[in-house]
Structure formats: structure tokens, C-alpha cells
């Protein structure tokens, strides 16, 4: 429990707290969704690569050199959506992702897994930004 500057208890815990204030922008349902995807990919991708390299599937620099430019272009990818082509670059490494399963066969159903859950992030979070957006304007839901 905080105080005011005139001692009396704030229960609320707004004490200096400007109503004025200019709200924080929501952000976009769609971008977190498609965001926490990419970087939960890229830890997939990773842990494919030990495998691979456990596994011997190939010289160790290509398994590292593949499976890093594959898990760091998913991060910064992540940090594209704020415009539309980082989602088209999203949609390009869902498909480099299933490719990884020539080399470790068990990523075409994990890279499957991701695909049908990064077209669930874009479909039910720009449904969600719709519906938002329309609650904000007033407008009628449906």
C-alpha cells in the first residue's frame, strides 16, 4: 500500500498516478502470437541442430551453420512483424523449417506442428485485432 504526499493510505495504489496520462497502445494480438511462435521455433530449430550434430548427419559447420542462420533469422524475423513483410518472411521459414526435416525426419511433424499453429496466430489474432478494434469504435460485434 502506497501513500500520498498528504499521508492519508491509498488502497488503490495509484498514488502518483497522472489520470491525464496518454494510455499505452495495445499491442497487436496477431504480432505477440505470431512473435512468441517464431521465438519458440527458433529453440526448436536449435535443438534440431544438436540432434543433428549428435546424429552425425552432416559436417558439424554445416549442421551449426544451417541450424544457426535458421534459428537466428527466425528472432529477428520476430522483430520484423511490425511490418507486413515480416510476417511474409514468417510464412517463408515455416517452409525452411519443414525442409529440416530431410536431415532429422522428426521435424517435418514438429515443423508441421508449427506451420498449422503459425496460421492459427495469424487467422485468431487479426480476428481478435478486428474485434478490438470494433469493441473501440462502438460498432457492433459479429
Do not use: C, N
Not at 97 to 107: I, S, Y
Not at 111 to 128: E, S, Y
Amino acid at each position: 500500500m502506497t501513500t500520498p504526499a498528504d499521508g492519508s493510505a491509498d488502497p488503490q495504489g495509484l498514488a502518483g498516478h497522472d489520470p491525464s496520462a496518454v494510455p499505452r497502445r495495445k499491442r497487436s494480438a496477431r504480432h505477440q502470437f505470431a512473435a512468441t511462435i517464431l521465438v519458440l521455433e527458433a529453440f526448436v530449430v536449435f535443438f534440431a541442430a544438436l540432434v543433428a550434430f549428435g546424429l552425425r548427419l552432416a559436417p558439424t559447420g554445416v549442421v551449426w551453420a544451417v541450424g544457426g542462420a535458421l534459428a537466428l533469422s527466425l528472432v529477428l524475423v520476430a522483430g520484423m512483424l511490425r511490418w507486413p513483410a515480416g510476417y511474409v518472411a514468417g510464412s517463408v521459414l515455416q517452409v525452411a523449417v519443414l525442409a529440416t526435416g530431410l536431415a532429422v525426419p522428426m521435424m517435418f511433424v514438429v515443423g508441421g506442428i508449427f506451420v498449422a499453429m503459425w496460421v492459427v496466430a495469424l487467422r485468431l489474432g487479426g480476428r481478435i485485432d478486428r474485434e478490438r478494434r470494433e469493441r473501440e469504435a462502438g460498432a457492433p460485434l459479429g
